[in-house]
Each structure stands twice: as structure tokens, then as C-alpha cells.
């Protein structure tokens, strides 16, 4: 919850430490998941204070390590300790239990042991939170001491005969790993427990803790345990817990820690001239998550580079790790930007939902090398085409008799009404086309709309690519593991114009905008733009589909619903609406033979810049698709090493194979909107 207030404390490294699942507990706030999935998507590793919380926890974050409860040993081996006075009346045999009494604490099996053992005395010792007292079981053999401090537990303890772990096993225990086992080991007690999975699996299998399930055996158990324990118990118990000591278990979270440091620290060296031409307005990272993308901002490790490489979005990021995992070059990344991805970019919501800044993305290709490299980094093959052809002959039989054939097809509307007809082509594509490019169809050029499929069937997703797919952890999350190499160092929040003179003749890959580049020179390329109006609703669900498009009366063309694209389940909604502009960033570079010409001189002086290579839908004025993006950039990866079947075998250098998981009905929800974006 500490994230309402924290989220925009600069730091080095972000250690999500989850001790329990708290939103199990009575009274939890509502808000605790939403903001533990901010957490998990700021977070460089997380640690699970059990077993079965790693369980639930390790596939939401690629570097997730279980440490179940750790304790100062010495502390609560102190049997020489004199019987505290509230207690020194009570007679033996104690069975003594010490924590909170709560929704945890399964009083009716306590009143049920109690009853059956009135000879063995039960003492409590903790406060009473969230459950009303007088629903805790009386006898005269069951004795509530209240709270005691840390200082106090080990004299209480080791006037124990027994000690006891009696929770009920429901939501609030399901993931809870007693820290209070070890503690009652090292004292030397003999320890009966419900069955608590993580005191099942750490100490019940292994036999250094009694497990009973009901009142009868709860009972017969306690009584059994009066009985001495054998020194090989004991010499088990001491071997076990040198394994949790409080040293160790902290030097392998700080390794842990180190290990994720290292990968940022050395932007904390010595300062360069990248460091100088930082403003310091772009040095304020605007959220936690944000801070894990951008804190490679400041002192930059190398002296020298062999590469630069401007832009980290698909085209810059590819780049820089073919070059730094295959031909072990130093790179300097960049961007304007304080993110890596480029338009990808993606980052969770003060609702805690994975939405994309920049439109939404859904990644498809048909390549399956493109897929196969991507997938290295968490890119989940979520469905293949499946192929439902109910009426498909019916349906373009319809179309058939509708169909106009123009003689030349030139524009898109040429190729529109070419394949639905003029009636569809007004209804769905020339209102939207007209928002979407401040352009009527007639003035755009063919390949714009030749890239919107049309269907003959009742597959209601967007694109009919084999391969569909959403990135596990996000297209942030992606990046991040794509550029994890110590080869490459990343510079966010700097444009390209301040840094040129600092690298001369560096050998550079430029993914900005080609005309920028050559200081417009020419003029400027024309680009269609969006603004974006992101808002969360306080409600399940928004639109009937993920994506549903307006191609006619509202401002905005489509909008988007993000959890429907991810799969991820929340009580509230995030969406966006798209509204067309003619200013902005660059985003769609407008098709037409005029801009197609001015492109070409572009090009023509690219070609004689020689080590740089324009790569990207910005570098080559193209309207490509990310996977599109991907090959153009292993294809100049290739193209640099000079050896194709070095860069084609290199796929997983570095890196291990991940497993993939499927969300269930598929992660990728299906774009249903009838009319497509362009
Ligand atoms: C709204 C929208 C929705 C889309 N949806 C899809 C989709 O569903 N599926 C799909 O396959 N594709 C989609 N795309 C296309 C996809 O975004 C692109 O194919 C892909 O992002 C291109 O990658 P890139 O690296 O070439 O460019 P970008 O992602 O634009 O990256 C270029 C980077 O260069 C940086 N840069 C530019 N100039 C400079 C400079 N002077 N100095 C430093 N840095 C600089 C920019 O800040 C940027 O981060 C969509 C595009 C948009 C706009």
C-alpha cells in the first residue's frame, strides 16, 4: 500500500520482499492487488517469505526467489530462562502457542483438544486482532497471557513442554509459513502443527514437526510430543536450522540484490560526456517503473564505444543486442525518450493495469524466425490461426456480386471497393480512413488498405497471422531482458541532436526520423499522429470487444480495452481513445507518391552516409508492423556481421530457453471490431 506515496522515490534497485497474501486476510483494502501488480512490474527481483507463495508468485516475474522464515537462532535457544511470573503458576505439561489471535487461530480445534487432554495445559500468549474475545474458547486448562515483546517469547517458550501451530486452514493461512517453527525448534520443543503446506513440506515430511489434521489427532499428537525426542532429532533440528540463520539467508538475498545492481551499476562510475549533455529535466523519472527503465540515465561506463545506436524501440533495441551478444560490441543505446520499447512501451496504471502508452499492440507475424528470436525474451505464442469457416463460401459469394473492378488499382479505395464493394466500403472504411489520415481513401495509396485483412469467416481477431502473440511480462518487461547484457549501456531521456558531436564518426544505427537526421534538408516527411486519451472505469468492463473502432460519428477512432488484451483480471477497467491528429509525434508515415519521392532523396543521401545504417518505420519512412521491424533489423544484423549463418544461428546465445505459459481461452483476446485500425 506504501506505493500511493512511494512510487516516485528514485532508486537503484526495487526488492518487492512479499511476506504473505495479504489480500487473503480479514479487512484487506481492495486496492492491495492492483497495487501489488505495480509492484511486480516495478520490481527488479522479488522475494516469496515461503514456499507456496513462491509457487503462486514465480510466474509473475522473471527473477523471483523463495526465502522462507529465517530466525536469530541464539535468541530463542535461551532455556536457562527463569518462568515468567504469569506464567509460573500454571502447571505442567504446557502446550504453548505465541502470536496473533486472529481469523488464523483455529479456536473451535483448541476447545476440542482442551477438552479431550484436561490434564495438558494450553497457554496463548499475543494479542487478540479482528476476532471478538469472547469467541475464544474458556477452560480451566486454557490460559490467555496477552502480548508479550520479542525480548520476553524465549523465557515463555522454554517452559513449554510443547509448542503448538494451531491455524485453521483457510484464506488467510493458505500461503503462510510460519516463522514461529524454526523459533520453537531452536528452543528445542517438540512442535504440533495443522497442516500448513509450507510447515508441511519444510519440517512435517522430514519429521521434525508433528502434523495432525483434526481435534483427535491434534490432541493425541500433543501428548505423544511430551515424551523425549531423541538426539538425532535434535542433531536434524540443528542441521535444519543452520540453513535458515538470519546471515545466511541475508547474504543470499544481498547477492541476490547485487546481482541486479551490477547490471546498473556501472552507469555509477566515472563521469562522460553523455553525462554533460543531460538536462536535468529529463533526469526525474515520473514513476517507479519507470525509474527501473530509466535509471541507466548518468555516467556512462565505457570511454569508447564501437556502436551507437539511436532510438530503443524495436528496430534500436534488436540492434543492440545482435551486436552485443554475437559480435561482443560495446553499444551505446539512446533514446529522446526516458523508456525503452519505443511505441511498445507499456506500464502499469495507477489501477494496476498493463496498459500501452503509446496504442495498443498486438503482436502477429507470419515469420517464424521472427518468433523464434523474439521469444527469447518472453514473447508468449499465444494461438495459432484457427481457421472457423462457417458460411465462408456464402460470404464471398455475397461480396462477389457487390465487388466494383477498378482498371488500375491505385488508392485505397480502389482496393476496397475491390473487394467488398462500394456499400461496406462507405459504411465502414471511408468514413474511419478520413478520421484516421485527414485523407479521403481516394488520396491514399493502395498499400494502406491493402493491409487490412477482410474475412470470409467468423475468426473475430483483428489480424490472421499464424503467429499472434503478447509478451509474458509486457513489452517493457521484454525490452529490459532483451538489452540485460553488459555489453550494452543505455542513455534515456537524450536526443540524438545533443550527443552527435560527442561520438564523430562513430559507427551508428539510426532509428529516428531519416529526414531529422539530415536536418530536413528536403522538408520534412509528412506524418500522421495521435493523441491519446487514457482513462480507468470504475467497472468490470467497458466495450463488448477489446478493440472497437468509430469510423464515423465520434472524434476519436477506435478505443481499446486493455485488460481484454492481456487477459489480466482486475475489478476496474483502463481504456484508450485514439484521436487522429495532423501534428504530434511521428507515428504513420503517409503514404502517397509525392512523399514516396521525397522519401527517395532521403534515402539516396542515407546510402552515402557511410556506418550508419537507418533502420525502422522513422529511419526508412515505411509503415511497417513491429514484426516487420524485428526482420528489417536482424537482416541489417546480418548484413553488419557479413555472415549470415552466424547471425541465424545465434538466436539463443546468452540466454536461457523460457517455458511458456498460456493464459487459459488464450492471453491474446480477440480484436472484434468489424472495421480495423490502419
Ligand atoms: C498507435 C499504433 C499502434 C500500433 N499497433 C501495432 C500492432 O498492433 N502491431 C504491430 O505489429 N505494429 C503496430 N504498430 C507499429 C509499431 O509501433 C512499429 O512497427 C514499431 O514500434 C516500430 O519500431 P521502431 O523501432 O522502428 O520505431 P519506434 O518504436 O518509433 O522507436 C523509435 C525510437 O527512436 C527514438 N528517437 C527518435 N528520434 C530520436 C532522436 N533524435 N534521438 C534519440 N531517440 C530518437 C524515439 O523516441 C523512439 O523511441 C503500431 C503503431 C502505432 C503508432
Known amino acids: 500500500m506504501a506505493l500511493g506515496f512511494s512510487n516516485d522515490l528514485p532508486a537503484a534497485a526495487t526488492v518487492y520482499d512479499c511476506m504473505d497474501e495479504l489480500s487473503g486476510f480479514a479487512g484487506a483494502p481492495p486496492q492491495l492487488l492492483d497495487r501489488e501488480a505495480q509492484l511486480f512490474s516495478a520490481a527488479d527481483v522479488v522475494f516469496t517469505g515461503g514456499l507456496r507463495l513462491y509457487q503462486a508468485k514465480r510466474d509473475r516475474h522473471p527473477n523471483v ?13 535461551r532455556t536457562s530462562e527463569q518462568d515468567p511470573q504469569d506464567q509460573a503458576s500454571i502447571p505442567h505439561p504446557r502446550a504453548g502457542f505465541y502470536g496473533v489471535l486472529d481469523e488464523r487461530f483455529d479456536h473451535q480445534l483448541i476447545a476440542e483438544a482442551a477438552r479431550l487432554k484436561p490434564s495438558i495445559h494450553f497457554v496463548f500468549i499475543g494479542p487478540i486482532v479482528k476476532i471478538d474475545p469472547v469467541a475464544l474458547p474458556q477452560a480451566a486448562n486454557i490460559h490467555y497471557l496477552g502480548a508479550k515483546s520479542y525480548d520476553e517469547l524465549p523465557a515463555y517458550l522454554a517452559s513449554w513442554d510443547v509448542a503448538l501451530i494451531p491455524f485453521a486452514l483457510n484464506d488467510s493461512t493458505f500461503y503462510i509459513s510460519p516463522t514461529k517453527t524454526p523459533e520453537y525448534l531452536a528452543a528445542g520443543k517438540p512442535v504440533v502443527s495443522t497442516a500448513i503446506y509450507d510447515v ?3 519440517y512435517g515430511e522430514n519429521g521434525l514437526v508433528s502434523i495432525a489434521n483434526d481435534a483427535a489427532s491434534f490432541a493425541a499428537a500433543v501428548e505423544q510430543s511430551l515424551s523425549p525426542r531423541s538426539d538425532a532429532w535434535h542433531k536434524q533440528v540443528a542441521d535444519k536450522l543452520q540453513t535458515t540463520s538470519w546471515e545466511k539467508t541475508w547474504n543470499s538475498m544481498w547477492s541476490e540484490v547485487e546481482r541486479v545492481l551490477a547490471v546498473f551499476s556501472s552507469v555509477h562510475t566515472a563521469a562522460s560526456p553523455v553525462q554533460t549533455a543531460l538536462s536535468p529535466a529529463t533526469s526525474k523519472p515520473r514513476s517507479s517503473r519507470e525509474a527501473a527503465v530509466t535509471r541507466a540515465h548518468a555516467p556512462l561506463r565505457h570511454a569508447s564505444y564501437d556502436y551507437l545506436v539511436v532510438g530503443a524501440g524495436f528496430a534500436g533495441s534488436v540492434l543492440a543486442e545482435r551486436l552485443a551478444t554475437v559480435m561482443d560490441k560495446r553499444v551505446l543505446l539512446i533514446d529522446k525518450r526516458d523508456h525503452v520499447g519505443g511505441n511498445t512501451f507499456d506500464y502499469y496504471d495507477h489501477a494496476g493495469i498493463l496498459v500501452h502508452r503509446y496504442g495498443p499492440h498486438i503482436f502477429h507475424t507470419n515469420s517464424a524466425d ?38 488500375l488499382i491505385r488508392t485505397s479505395e480502389d482496393i476496397v471497393v475491390s473487394r467488398v464493394g462500394r456499400d461496406l466500403y462507405a459504411k465502414f472504411f471511408q468514413g474511419y480512413t478520413r478520421k484516421q489520415w485527414g485523407l479521403d481513401p481516394s488520396q491514399l495509396d493502395s498499400s494502406v488498405a491493402g493491409r487490412i485483412p477482410i474475412r470470409f469467416n467468423r475468426d473475430d481477431r483483428y489480424f490472421t497471422d499464424t503467429f499472434q502473440a503478447m509478451p509474458k511480462y509486457g513489452y517493457t518487461r521484454l525490452f529490459e531482458r532483451m538489452l540485460d547484457h553488459p555489453n550494452i549501456e543505455q542513455a534515456l531521456g537524450i536526443d540524438y541532436r545533443e550527443i552527435r558531436k560527442i561520438y564523430p564518426g562513430i559507427k551508428t544505427i539510426f532509428t529516428g526520423p531519416v529526414d531529422e537526421f539530415f536536418g530536413y534538408r528536403f522538408g520534412k516527411l509528412p506524418y500522421r499522429s495521435l493523441a491519446f486519451d487514457h482513462q480507468t472505469f470504475h467497472r468490470e468492463q467497458f466495450q463488448s470487444a477489446p478493440v472497437v473502432n468509430y469510423p464515423n460519428d465520434q472524434e476519436y477512432t477506435r478505443v481499446t480495452e486493455f485488460k481484454f488484451l ?4 482486475n475489478a ?6 485514439e484521436y487522429p491528429k495532423a501534428e504530434g509525434d511521428p507515428y504513420y508515415p503517409i503514404p502517397r507518391p509525392e512523399n514516396a519521392a521525397l522519401y527517395a532523396r532521403y534515402r539516396e543521401l542515407a546510402e552515402k552516409v557511410e556506418d550508419v545504417h537507418f533502420v525502422g518505420r522513422l529511419a526508412t519512412y515505411r509503415y511497417y508492423n513491429m514484426d516487420q521491424v524485428v526482420a528489417q533489423a536482424l537482416a541489417t544484423a546480418r548484413k553488419i556481421m557479413g555472415d549470415t549463418d552466424l547471425a541465424a544461428s545465434n538466436f539463443s546465445v546468452g540466454r536461457e530457453k523460457l517455458t511458456r505459459t498460456l493464459a487459459p481461452g488464450g492471453l491474446l483476446a480477440p480484436a472484434r471490431a468489424s472495421v480495423p485500425s490502419q
Open 200 to 202: 508441511v513440506r519444510g
Open 566 to 569: 492481456t487477459g489480466q483480471q
Open 370 to 407: 521472427v518468433m523464434k528470436y523474439l521469444s527469447q525474451f518472453n514473447l508468449d505464442t499465444v494461438n495459432r490461426l484457427y481457421n472457423l469457416s462457417l458460411d465462408a463460401d456464402g460470404m464471398q459469394a455475397f461480396l462477389a456480386g457487390r465487388v466494383e473492378t477498378p482498371a
Open 572 to 577: 476496474r477497467t483502463s481504456v484508450v481513445f
Open 65 to 77: 526467489h523463495a526465502f522462507p522464515s529465517s530466525i536469530d537462532a541464539a535468541h530463542f535457544a
